[in-house]
């Protein structure tokens, strides 16, 4: 759990340091926080292993560990965002909204192409009705799926366990 919070936070200052250089903290950019959940999965997994486990370490110990870890920085970022975005700078939302927008109406022919007129006007609607607090799930859902592969290699890498009873 201690793992999980510290991740959110250094991933809600990684939001920062983003906005502190001006580049849009909910673009494309923010996509890369989720280097720091893989280290901290790491880290928390060597730790468990090391200091709890005595050295040992069940694969099933360290997917809990990294979905827990995972899961409570998701939603410790999630909630630090919104209330950036909330009661901090008000104007960063709005930005991000409106670069989504030109975004979209950029590339206007080739998703009319690829989707057809009624999906790309639906995308332009859904868009438009996008809420601060929409970004806490949006980050949980998404860092959850991100998380299934790294997590399942970080687990099976660092799991050591007592063979010694199956051989009595």
């Not at 099933?60 to 870890?69: D, G, K, N, P, R």
């Not at 799926?145 to 099976?156: G, K, N, Q, R």
Request: glycine share 8%.
């Amino acid at each position: 759990m201690a793992f999980g919070a510290l991740t959110g936070l250094l991933c809600f200052f990684y939001f920062l340091a983003l906005y502190a250089l001006n580049i849009t903290p909910l673009g494309n950019k923010k996509v890369l926080d989720f280097g720091i959940h893989v280290i901290m999965m790491v880290a928390a997994v060597w730790y468990y292993r090391k200091y709890v486990g005595n050295g040992m370490l069940h694969l099933w110990e360290a997917l809990s560990i990294c979905y827990v870890l995972n899961t409570l920085a998701s939603i410790v970022t999630g909630w630090l965002i919104y209330g950036f975005l909330t009661y901090g700078d008000t104007g960063v939302f709005p930005r991000y909204l409106h670069e989504m927008t030109q975004l979209l109406i950029n590339t206007q022919g080739q998703l009319i192409k690829e989707l057809g007129k009624t999906e790309y006007q639906k995308m332009l609607a859904d868009v438009a009705n996008i809420k601060p607090a929409d970004l806490i799930s949006d980050e949980l859902a998404k860092k959850t799926v991100l998380a299934v592969f790294p997590a399942l290699v970080i687990s099976l890498l660092f799991r050591k366990q007592d063979y010694g009873v199956f051989q009595q």
